[in-house]
């Protein structure tokens, strides 16, 4: 298994976590972009890549979900800037890696590896 699969399974996993941790305290639009980062993580990882080199609709597809599971990345590191505690550089550092990861997915991908 690739090491950026590796990665997101392990970033969704921490995601899910936090989730369930501050499920109470999270605003309905945190919750949906985590969710919505998880899900795009898990099928980034799950999809053989043999599939991938095959199929440019699958490619298009998976390449769409690396955008969309990034910007809903951006968006809980905004919301991670504007606790009323200040800004949570922890979470903000993780996230990043976590946009990280999938965008060397995608660049992966991309480049029909």
């Given at each position: 298994m690739d090491i950026s699969r590796t990665f997101?399974?392990?970033f969704s996993i921490i995601n899910v976590l936090g989730?369930?941790?501050?499920?109470?305290?999270?605003?309905q639009s945190t919750?949906?972009?985590?969710?919505v980062a998880v899900i795009c993580a898990l099928t980034l990882a799950l999809v053989p890549r043999r599939l991938v080199s095959d199929n440019n609709n699958l490619r298009?597809?998976?390449l769409v979900?690396?955008?969309v599971g990034i910007s809903a990345i951006l968006f809980l590191i905004s919301q991670?800037?504007?606790r009323?505690?200040?800004p949570d550089f922890g979470a903000i550092t993780l996230r990043s890696?976590?946009?990280?990861t999938l965008l060397s997915m995608g660049i992966k991908i991309f480049h029909k590896t």
């Open positions: 997101a399974i392990i989730i369930v941790w501050f499920l109470e305290s999270l605003k919750l949906v972009s985590g969710a298009l597809f998976l979900l690396c955008v991670d800037y504007q009323t505690y200040g890696i976590f946009a990280a």
